[in-house]
């Protein structure tokens, strides 16, 4: 192989060099094609941060280090971590030890997430804090408790606040709407670019008299949220009335509970429906990516989605961990995906009937058509609760956290895998996602803004994909650059 003195590789890029078919290749985002004397090839591949266009945010609670210590987060995936979580307290003041955010856990948490380059928030609320919430961010008791929140901040260097009320109705909108914003202005106060994110409802409650006023409180609010994480799972339950169902399927399919014309829920109609319709910006949004997963039990053949149940035999659902699952039900003649919904289950029959089971979970595949939907709608990442339901201890790292590896996979595709040149035209293969789609342009001048269309709406699959440029013969030099979504 000859290699061309004095070329000057640009900024952050190897050289790849091919002659007589002999070729040298790394993996990274633009290519840069030369052509040259000596049927000689040089391309010139440089990462871009468009692969890192998701925001992840991983909740890690403070009660799981016996669970998984926070020295094994990967914060090579996660952008954000969220330590959950203070509590409220109804006339302002905030509880840090119910959920173990002790003064040791709380400095590490926030020198770790510093060491790796990551931002790490403290979270305040969870499930069943609705009450708190009320009297905390009442007008007697507001400022004494974003006060509590902000001193809380500045003592261990977080990064920024996540607000997590639950349930949220529309009645708490006008609380909800004041402690965003006086929260807001508290952290600009700071100077420091501190963030405020919240954790948002998928659907209004059932009971809740005016959903549009919930939602559309959000698009109002976001100019002062880094982050809207819509928390799209539990998305069944077993309750009169359902089906079995998914926990956080990406579509409907169209199915409708029995006797009615409802649809069933999904992430893309939570998402459409109450969050976009309304007005908010999508790079504001996230969906939810959840390491647990619903086991359904109680009835014969209960073993599959869409499965009705009488009145007087109401089924029992478990909420167990990926790991779990794994552990203690995964087998590969169990599985299935459904194209449909997007989603995967386990499928059980067991003796007696009254033991079949019917498991919904997201699985590796999950993670791939998650990263493939938050892009093409232009989402701005996907949130992941919690870190340690993916932690499987005693594995080599590169085996115990199996979903965590799936996502990071995820989000470095595509990626250029090989690249010839045949009778001057260059041929490159890059890896895809199913759901993916691709757009493939090039440009004479990488400086130019303009950037000409090659290919254009290439469907992932989760293989790789040829693309042949036959007009680089003809051409001094080109660059090549891969966009999802179109």
Not at 367 to 396: M, T
Request: hydrophobic share 35%; proline share 8%; net charge negative.
């Amino acid at each position: 192989m000859s290699v061309l003195t004095g070329a000057t590789p640009l900024s952050n890029s190897v050289v790849i060099s091919y002659q007589f078919n002999s070729l040298v290749l790394e993996k990274h985002s633009y290519m840069h094609y030369r052509r040259l004397p000596l049927l000689c090839l040089f391309v010139f591949l440089f990462s871009s941060s468009a692969w890192a266009d998701l925001w992840i945010t991983g909740y890690y609670p403070g009660y799981r280090t016996s669970v998984m210590d926070p020295t094994n987060i990967d914060f090579s995936t996660v952008t954000h971590v969220v330590h959950f979580a203070l509590i409220p307290e109804y006339g302002g003041s905030i509880d840090s030890a119910t959920n173990d955010l002790t003064d040791s856990n709380c400095t590490e948490m926030v020198s770790l997430a510093h060491n790796a380059g990551r931002k790490a928030l403290v979270c305040v609320g969870g499930a069943g804090t609705e009450g708190a919430f009320q009297g905390a961010a009442s007008p007697p008791n507001i400022g004494l408790f974003v006060t509590n929140i902000i001193n809380f901040v500045t003592k261990f260097g977080y990064d920024g606040v996540n607000i997590d009320w639950e349930p949220l109705y529309s009645s708490d909108a006008p609380g909800y709407t004041n402690l965003i914003v006086d929260l807001r202005a508290a952290l600009n106060a700071l100077g420091a670019n501190k963030l405020l994110t919240v954790a948002a409802p998928p659907y209004p409650r059932y009971d809740d008299p005016s959903p549009s006023n919930l939602f559309g409180m959000f698009p109002r609010l976001q100019d002062d949220l880094d982050q809207i994480s819509v928390m799209t799972y539990d998305l069944s339950q077993p309750s009169p009335g359902w089906v079995t169902w998914y926990e956080s399927p990406l579509y409907d399919g169209g199915y409708t509970f029995p006797n009615t014309s409802e649809l069933v829920p999904s992430i893309n109609a939570s998402v459409s429906n109450n969050y976009l319709a309304y007005g908010c910006q999508p790079e504001k949004l996230g969906i939810g990516l959840p390491f647990y997963g619903y086991v359904w039990t109680g009835g014969p053949g209960m073993t599959q989605p869409l499965q009705a149940w009488p009145p007087d035999d109401v089924p029992t659902v478990t909420t167990p961990s990926y790991t779990q699952i794994i552990d203690d039900y995964y087998q590969s003649d169990l599985y299935h995906w459904d194209n449909v919904a997007q989603a995967a289950y386990l499928s059980i029959t067991n003796t007696p009937p009254s033991n079949d089971m019917f498991i919904s979970y997201d699985d590796p595949h999950s993670c791939q058509v998650k990263v493939s939907y938050a892009r093409n709608l232009h989402l701005g990442g996907l949130i992941l609760w919690e870190l340690s339901d993916d932690y499987f201890p005693g594995q080599p790292p590169e085996e115990n956290q199996p979903l965590d590896t799936a996502l990071k996979q995820s989000l470095a595709t595509p990626a250029i895998s090989g690249v010839q040149l045949n009778n001057g035209a260059v041929s490159f293969n890059f890896s895809t996602l199913p759901l993916g789609l691709y757009n493939i342009q090039w440009s004479s001048n990488l400086a130019s803004p303009t950037w000409n269309i090659l290919t254009n709406n290439i469907a992932g699959t989760g293989t790789n994909v040829l693309v042949t440029d036959p007009a680089a013969a003809t051409q001094t030099e080109r660059f090549y650059r891969i966009q999802t979504p179109p």
